[in-house]
């Protein structure tokens, strides 16, 4: 069964800091992964995707997601955290391979930044 | 363009009550689903239509939703009677036929407190 989890339920950084979000996927074809974010009020944004190619990808916002098909993992990354990146963050598989008729989120990583 | 609308933003109703929740999708859009997201918890899939018909309603709990897309515009989540558990934020995604691989569109959610 699909089911992705992300451990981490909160997470402080320091502005300026580094950053990575954890998400691992069991999935049993080929995934399609995705992570977006949710700032207070908003919608979900998507951030970034990942279908095949470069299993490293370059999102919005200074986003990158690494794939490793070793690990199941589909880690978020950041080199310098902004103070506007406080928000919850989902990674999500899409099932399916010609319509993402549905995702599979995670519990999601609420991400809080210290000035 | 407009993105997807959903209304109302919050809604506090009480044990029993009836409450129905309204998604309007981007134009143009076909494809239309609904997620939930119970507190805490990960953001779950619960239907999807196609213009006015329903693909997959796998994720409905029980027969006390009821979902509706008259005339493959905007579509209604009905709830009754409603329960304690059905608190959540239920999310509306829209995305077009043609661009499966660019992820949902999501609205700001429907933030549903049952007393």
């Known amino acids: 069964a699909q089911s992705v989890t992300q451990p981490d339920i909160h997470i402080t950084v320091s502005e300026g800091a580094s950053l990575e979000l954890r998400c691992n996927y069991s999935?049993?074809?080929?995934?399609?992964l995705f992570w977006y974010v949710q700032s207070p009020g908003q919608g979900l944004q998507l951030l970034l995707k990942?279908?095949?190619?470069?299993?490293l990808v370059q999102g919005i916002k200074g986003f990158e997601a690494e794939f490793k098909r070793s690990q199941s993992s589909f880690n978020l990354r950041k080199p310098s955290v902004h103070w506007s990146d406080a928000a919850e963050y989902f990674c999500?598989?899409?099932?399916?391979?010609?319509?993402?008729?549905?995702?599979?989120f995670g519990s999601g990583t609420k991400l809080n930044v210290k000035p | 363009e407009a993105g997807v609308t959903q209304f109302p933003s919050h809604s506090v109703i009480e044990k029993g009550q009836t409450v129905t929740l309204r998604c309007d999708p981007i134009?143009?859009?076909?494809?239309l689903y609904w997620y939930r997201r119970v507190m805490g918890k990960e953001i779950k899939f619960l239907l999807h239509f196609v213009k006015e018909s329903k693909q997959d309603e796998s994720g409905m709990p029980n027969n006390r939703f009821l979902a509706e897309r008259t005339g493959g515009t905007y579509s209604t989540l009905k709830v009754q009677p409603a329960e304690l558990e059905d608190s959540g934020v239920y999310f509306c995604?829209?995305?077009?036929?043609?661009?499966?691989?660019?992820?949902?569109?999501f609205g700001s959610g429907t933030r549903l407190t049952v007393v």
């Open positions: 990942y279908f095949s190619g470069d299993t």
């Open positions: 999500a598989v899409g099932a399916q391979r010609i319509s993402f008729n549905k995702f599979y």
């Open positions: 134009s143009g859009h076909d494809n």
């Open positions: 999935y049993g074809a080929t995934p399609y």
């Open positions: 995604a829209s995305s077009h036929p043609g661009q499966p691989n660019y992820g949902y569109t």
